[in-house]
């Protein structure tokens, strides 16, 4: 009998998918469930603008007003909050990251062996989020790839065409399911946005909506 499943979209720029993912690891084994993990590409400056600070955070760069400002503040405020409940590093990015190479690098895994892909997303989020990883530099994901159990041999040329046609396809699939953000979660067809939401899929997963109610 196969394992029911939960697709989830998650983008390595996302404090908000950092926080949700050890919490719904929790659930899919608790419930017996299979997660698919798929990467999502966020176009932050598409809604929240960009800017680029440094280490003490003075502003360096801005194409933000001070609506979108007090948006990214609260967002950081607020991952910050949860993050120290939790003894997890979240240190605001000094830019706005490109993630379609550490997106692309997903699927390699993903595609080389399966079974080691939450060693990939852990690794990744848990020093990204310490400022200790570029995840723009090529040489740098390559070796985590590696340092995860996976052979880097072939990546460089099937990132090029076939890992970028994958991601853009899984993205043109994701906007047609009615994704616009991470983490999102699909399951049985049905949408659900946000780390918040986490009670409710178990909800929908069991049955059990008393502690929802």
Not at 20 to 40: H, R, T
Not at 112 to 119: G, K
């Amino acid at each position: 009998m196969n394992k029911r499943k939960i697709t989830i979209y998650i983008d390595f720029k996302s404090p908000y998918t950092y926080l949700s993912i050890s919490p719904i690891k929790k659930l899919a084994k608790e419930l017996n469930i299979k997660i698919d993990w798929l990467p999502y590409v966020l176009d932050i400056p598409e809604y929240l603008g960009s800017a680029k600070v440094d280490n003490k955070g003075k502003v360096l760069e801005s194409s933000r007003n001070d609506h979108q400002w007090r948006r990214v503040r609260y967002s950081y405020m607020d991952c910050r909050r949860y993050a120290n409940l939790r003894k997890m590093t979240v240190l605001g990015p000094q830019k706005i990251w490109n993630t379609k190479l550490v997106s692309i690098a997903l699927l390699w895994v993903k595609k080389q062996n399966s079974l080691l892909i939450e060693d990939f997303i852990d690794h990744i989020f848990v020093n990204f989020w310490k400022r200790e990883l570029d995840i723009e530099n090529f040489d740098i994901v390559e070796t985590i790839i590696e340092k995860c159990g996976i052979s880097q041999s072939g990546f460089k040329e099937w990132k090029k065409n076939t890992g970028k046609n994958e991601l853009d396809a899984i993205m043109n699939e994701a906007h047609e399911k009615g994704v616009f953000g991470v983490p999102s979660y699909i399951i049985e067809d049905e949408l659900f946005w946000g780390r918040e939401q986490i009670p409710m899929i178990k909800a929908r997963l069991t049955g059990n909506y008393e502690n929802i109610l």
